[in-house]
């Protein structure tokens, strides 16, 4: 399990981030007006399966994953994930998800 994948510590990335740029720029750290996570291969695949069950949904509605409006899985369909995806998607009704996978890959089975 890769650290990222837990919301916590996401959350606690982009807050990092969200500090440096304010301290590179001598002003406050900016606000987050929406959140778009993009990922290749596995990456977002692992970050749906933490988001099956109420906590860990509970825990995608604070901080800068509240935000999040949209999701681009590249190549990610080497497993179905229909079940996790469909939560995730019940909790975030305006939730955008893009899936863009390559019949030769070996996503396509879910594609």
Known sequence: MHALERPANLNGLVDEVLAEVGAILSVAP?????LI??????APT???????GPTPI?????GALAKLSEVW????TYTCHIPAWSSWLTSKPNL????????NSGTASCG
């Open 96 to 103: 955008k998800v893009s899936v863009f996978f390559r019949d």
């Open 58 to 62: 509970r825990r995608m509605q604070r």
């Open 30 to 34: 900016p606000s987050l007006s929406k």
């Open 73 to 76: 899985m590249f190549d990610t």
């Open 37 to 42: 996570l993009s990922g290749h291969s596995r």
């Open 46 to 52: 692992t970050f749906w399966n933490r988001s099956r």
